[in-house]
């Protein structure tokens, strides 16, 4: 199988119901690519208030797990083990997971991923207010549940640049960027909030209510079949999008770029809460605070990068976001209040030309007949340096807060230079 080079006709997406049609605005001119235009596409503010409820979903999920695991069994190793577990299995599956998105659809997949991942959190939930949860069945359940993901964390990225014409990608990925940055704002505070008040298991049940909500936002919303070429086998398929993105030599230098900076970030996912409940004893919701912060500013810097016209200049924009990155490591290295907060800015200022200029290397240089199958590999091999991360940084932690986060910083600043080094200028 060859994956061409994209000579496709951009201007015919989705085809979607009059009452959310998220097909072109034959009105608009080709010149205005604006976000007033973008949000006048009919169908597309529910698609972005959906993806908006997902993503906070899993974010919220994310810092309750690690803080429920802190509280209930009081070891950051296991607290990095189960974020690496919620994680791990669905990048294994993702090749599968992106051929069925492209086979049958995104909305009624991430719908199925929505339910499975509602069903988990009230099981969690139930077996300990039964006090019959052990860190092994509470496991086994986060890694179960971890294997659907990829059916929403990639189906809403590809309905993205399928929903709309190809002049506002840019804007698109905006969105789709500041979409992630509102819900690293709601879902963290949310968390540590929460488990503050009502304890991890009911960070738990309202997190499954959320996912029960986003899937009554989806209904209405009819996807019909897209284009994607000869009929082959599924798992054939999985297999040959798996090896495409490796042996593709933009999407591989973007997951080594990527894994320079996830793997920093999975060491503060566990590295930050230990500090801020053993060091500063601010309590979860100061966690969640700090992580608002940084959600915050991601939205104004994903917005603002979406005004920009990339082409020509991804690997550039990369290379920005990847020096906040590194600056925002240092600053949470001092350990001071001050310095977390204005660690926590600059990481999320780092994340919105990162994303931006991401979002748009994979989408010029990809056919867009295989969206699905493409973005969830590639994004999963992206994510992958985060639950590495954390898994290591749980009995370093253990050991050593500031040795953690030492690793965090040469690691980041490593990365700065790796945009240029590894990812090809055309491609």
């Known amino acids: 199988m060859t994956i061409e ?18 097909t072109r605005d034959s009105n608009s001119t080709t010149r205005d690519v604006g976000y007033r235009r973008l949000f006048r596409l ?6 972005a208030a959906a993806t908006v409820l997902a993503r906070t979903g899993g974010q919220l999920w994310q810092v309750a797990l690690v803080l429920f695991v802190l509280q209930r069994f009081h070891s950051p190793a296991l607290a990095g083990f189960a974020t690496f577990v919620a994680i791990v299995p669905g990048l294994v599956v993702s090749p599968l997971a992106g051929a069925l998105l492209d086979r049958y ?48 964390i990639s189906g809403t990225r590809t309905l993205f640049p399928r929903a709309v014409p190809r002049e506002l990608w840019d804007r698109a990925n905006g969105v789709d960027s500041g979409s992630m940055a509102l819900a690293m704002v709601v879902g963290p505070a949310l968390a540590g909030f929460l488990v503050a008040w009502f304890g991890g298991e009911g960070a738990f049940l ?18 019909p079949p897209t284009e994607t070429g000869d009929r082959e086998p599924l798992l054939r398929a999985a297999w040959q999008s798996l090896v495409y993105v490796v042996r593709h030599p933009t999407l591989r230098g973007v997951i080594v770029t990527l894994w320079t900076t996830n793997i920093p970030y999975g060491f503060l996912v566990v590295a930050l809460p230990v500090m801020i409940l053993r060091e500063f004893h601010w309590g979860a919701d100061g966690v969640g605070l700090l ?8 939205v104004v810097a994903g917005l603002v990068a979406g005004r920009i016209n990339t082409e020509g200049r991804e690997r ?4 920005g976001g990847m020096i906040f990155a590194a600056l925002a490591c240092v600053c949470i290295l001092l350990q001071s209040p001050v310095s977390l907060l204005a660690g926590m800015a600059l990481l999320g200022l780092a994340s919105g030309p990162i994303d931006i200029g991401l979002f748009a290397l ?19 091999l992206n994510f992958a340096g985060m639950p590495v991360g954390s898994a290591l940084a749980g009995p370093v932690v253990e050991q050593s807060i500031p040795l953690a986060l030492l690793v965090a910083v040469v690691i980041s600043a490593i990365g700065c230079v790796v945009p240029l080094l590894v990812i090809p200028r055309d491609g």
């Open 5 to 22: 080079a994209d000579k496709t006709d951009l201007t015919t997406g989705l085809q979607i119901d009059p009452a959310t049609d998220l």
């Open 42 to 47: 009919p169908g597309f503010p529910k698609l």
């Open 105 to 152: 659809g995104c909305l009624r997949l991430i719908r199925v991923d929505l339910s499975v991942a509602a069903l988990a959190l009230v099981l969690l939930a139930a077996l300990s207010l039964a006090n019959a949860l052990t860190p092994a069945t509470m496991l086994v359940i986060v890694a179960l549940s971890s294997l659907t993901s990829p059916l929403t």
């Open 206 to 223: 309202l997190t499954a209510a959320l996912f029960v909500i986003t899937c009554v936002v989806l209904f209405g919303i009819v996807e």
């Open 291 to 298: 992580w608002a912060v940084a959600g915050v500013t991601t």
């Open 316 to 319: 550039q924009i990369i290379v």
């Open 362 to 380: 994979r989408q010029r240089r990809t056919d867009p007949r295989w969206f699905g199958r493409i973005f969830a590999v590639s994004m999963s």
